[in-house]
């Protein structure tokens, strides 16, 4: 089977080598990918926007493709699973990702927290605020407790959240949001919401609309700056498993928020076939101590970077597995998981999540050896040389039987690779290490 990838990032990387590796897929062509992707055995990287559905419907139609897996949100936000639901030459084709309907709970802060409140699952306290009722948002921020946190509604890149510490600063960037249109149409609404104290991890879930299956868990660390401090970003590396997610925490996630989440689209007839993200905060019973989950956000696709450690330890076969999303069977799915530990640490341009510079030239990935380099933000020269082309431009994973040992042999390897501005925070994965000593 001809399979199409849309996407361009270290998320796609990650995702071509796996269905690569399935004997169902016959050529996988990824719309448009990077200098990673062009490597993959059985790739083909097609200069296609994910969004330009037109130019989608023609090029599937063509190459005969039997199965789109949508990467990104744009594309989702945007109705590509609607496009080919409503088309009769496209219908008969797979699409890994939910319709516009279902791609609200990350399109909207404010829809997510909606569908939360009516379906009981456990969140923070909140409300919505507009440039109408500005005045009511700054009085809510003065009810609360620093931090604040401020959410743009819409999708803003992954860095439209701001946890601040200072009141005046909360005040002056809930104005610049909602007023100076900080973060464009994505602020016309913005969420402010209580601080959750805790820890936060990443639970991805796959479903058919009515049955699913819990893939790995996984914590990501979005900070730019080492200690967590700085800009938010995309992502600065990820580690999976998270130790404290065990069967009796994972029970809690289960029975609390995944179940309910599916259920709640069923109910509210919302056609659902693919990837929720649940972003997780774990946070202490001021009593018992007991960890207890809390939803911090909703996505509708694999994060990024969790996906570079999430991926390499899934040992099914993924054209399989997502063959059974499409036929509603996905019950009938054994998910096999590497007991391993994975690490993964992102390679940034210098200036990054700021003004940065493309077009440096990248050394050493080939002199990486027993680790995984993704390629996020890249591609070649006319003379054939790896260029930056992106903020977050390489990540490095690494596989071990603990945590340490897998950080240790990211970190060592990811030393051979070198470019003007090369920049990488040290401390990934520390902060589980500390609670898995204590």
Same mark, same amino acid.
């Given at each position: 089977?001809?399979?199409?990838?849309?996407?361009?990032?270290?998320?796609?990387?990650?995702?071509?080598?796996?269905?690569?590796?399935?004997?169902?897929?016959?050529?996988?062509?990824?719309?448009?990918?990077?200098?990673?992707?062009?490597?993959?055995?059985?790739?083909?990287?097609?200069?296609?926007?994910?969004?330009?559905?037109?130019?989608?419907?023609?090029?599937?139609?063509?190459?005969?493709?039997?199965?789109?897996?949508?990467?990104?949100?744009?594309?989702?936000?945007?109705?590509?699973?609607?496009?080919?639901?409503?088309?009769?030459?496209?219908?008969?084709?797979?699409?890994?990702?939910?319709?516009?309907?279902?791609?609200?709970?990350?399109?909207?802060?404010?829809?997510?927290?909606?569908?939360?409140?009516?379906?009981?699952?456990?969140?923070?306290?909140?409300?919505?605020?507009?440039?109408?009722?500005?005045?009511?948002?700054?009085?809510?921020?003065?009810?609360?407790?620093?931090?604040?946190?401020?959410?743009?509604?819409?999708?803003?890149?992954?860095?439209?959240?701001?946890?601040?510490?200072?009141?005046?600063?909360?005040?002056?960037?809930?104005?610049?949001?909602?007023?100076?249109?900080?973060?464009?149409?994505?602020?016309?609404?913005?969420?402010?919401?209580?601080?959750?104290?805790?820890?936060?991890?990443?639970?991805?879930?796959?479903?058919?609309?009515?049955?699913?299956?819990?893939? !790995? &868990?996984? *914590?990501?660390?979005?900070?730019? /700056?080492?200690?967590?401090? $700085?800009?938010?970003?995309? =992502?600065?590396?990820? #580690?999976?498993?998270?130790?404290?997610?065990?069967?009796?925490?994972?029970?809690?996630?289960?029975?609390?928020?995944?179940? !309910? &989440?599916? *259920?709640?689209?069923?109910?509210? /007839?919302?056609?659902?076939? $693919?990837?929720?993200?649940? =972003?997780?905060?774990? #946070?202490?019973?001021?009593?018992?101590?007991?960890?207890?989950?809390?939803?911090?956000?909703?996505?509708?696709?694999?994060?990024?970077?969790?996906?570079?450690?999430?991926?390499?330890?899934?040992?099914?076969?993924?054209?399989?597995?997502?063959?059974?999303?499409?036929?509603?069977?996905?019950?009938?799915?054994?998910?096999?998981?590497?007991?391993?530990?994975?690490?993964?640490?992102?390679?940034?341009?210098?200036?990054?999540?700021?003004?940065?510079?493309?077009?440096?030239?990248?050394?050493?990935?080939?002199?990486?050896?027993?680790?995984?380099?993704?390629?996020?933000?890249?591609?070649?020269?006319?003379?054939?040389?790896?260029?930056?082309?992106?903020?977050?431009?390489?990540?490095?994973?690494?596989?071990?039987?603990?945590?340490?040992?897998?950080?240790?042999?990211?970190?060592?390897?990811?030393?051979?690779?070198?470019?003007?501005?090369?920049?990488?925070?040290?401390?990934?994965?520390?902060?589980?290490?500390?609670?898995?000593?204590?």
């Amino acid at each position: 089977m001809n399979i199409v990838l849309l996407g361009s990032g270290g998320r796609e990387h990650a995702m071509a080598c796996k269905i690569a590796e399935s004997d169902r897929c016959t050529t996988l062509f990824v719309a448009p990918g990077n200098a990673g992707t062009a490597g993959v055995d059985k790739c083909r990287n097609v200069d296609i926007n994910p969004t330009d559905f037109d130019a989608l419907r023609s090029f599937v139609l063509k190459e005969n493709v039997g199965m789109v897996v949508v990467g990104p949100e744009a594309p989702l936000v945007a109705g590509v699973a609607d496009f080919f639901a409503s088309d009769s030459a496209l219908r008969h084709i797979t699409v890994i990702g939910p319709g516009k309907a279902g791609a609200r709970l990350e399109g909207s802060k404010d829809y997510a927290k909606g569908f939360m409140a009516r379906h009981g699952v456990p969140t923070a306290a909140h409300r919505t605020f507009t440039l109408g009722t500005l005045d009511e948002g700054l009085a809510f921020l003065r009810s609360l407790k620093p931090p604040y946190v401020l959410k743009a509604d819409g999708l803003a890149a992954g860095k439209g959240v701001l946890i601040l510490d200072d009141l005046a600063e909360a005040e002056a960037q809930l104005r610049e949001m909602l007023a100076g249109g900080k973060f464009g149409e994505a602020s016309e609404k913005v969420v402010v919401e209580e601080f959750l104290r805790g820890i936060e991890l990443s639970v991805f879930v796959l479903t058919d609309g009515r049955h699913y299956k819990i893939l !790995p &868990t996984a *914590k990501d660390y979005k900070r730019i /700056g080492e200690g967590d401090t $700085g800009l938010n970003t995309g =992502g600065m590396g990820s #580690v999976s498993p998270v130790h404290f997610a065990d069967k009796a925490f994972m029970r809690k996630v289960e029975e609390r928020i995944v179940s !309910p &989440t599916v *259920k709640g689209l069923h109910q509210e /007839g919302i056609p659902y076939k $693919g990837f929720i993200f649940i =972003g997780l905060m774990a #946070v202490a019973d001021e009593e018992t101590g007991e960890l207890n989950p809390y939803v911090i956000e909703y996505n509708v696709r694999m994060g990024d970077p969790e996906t570079e450690s999430v991926f390499p330890r899934i040992k099914s076969d993924m054209v399989d597995v997502f063959e059974h999303v499409g036929r509603d069977t996905l019950h009938q799915v054994t998910l096999d998981v590497d007991s391993r530990s994975a690490v993964c640490v992102m390679l940034t341009a210098q200036g990054y999540p700021e003004h940065y510079e493309k077009g440096k030239v990248i050394t050493g990935v080939e002199d990486v050896q027993d680790c995984t380099v993704f390629h996020a933000g890249t591609r070649r020269g006319d003379d054939g040389s790896l260029l930056t082309a992106g903020g977050r431009v390489l990540c490095v994973t690494a596989m071990a039987d603990t945590v340490p040992a897998a950080l240790l042999k990211s970190y060592q390897e990811l030393e051979k690779i070198k470019w003007e501005g090369c920049y990488f925070r040290r401390d990934i994965g520390q902060d589980l290490l500390k609670m898995m000593i204590s």
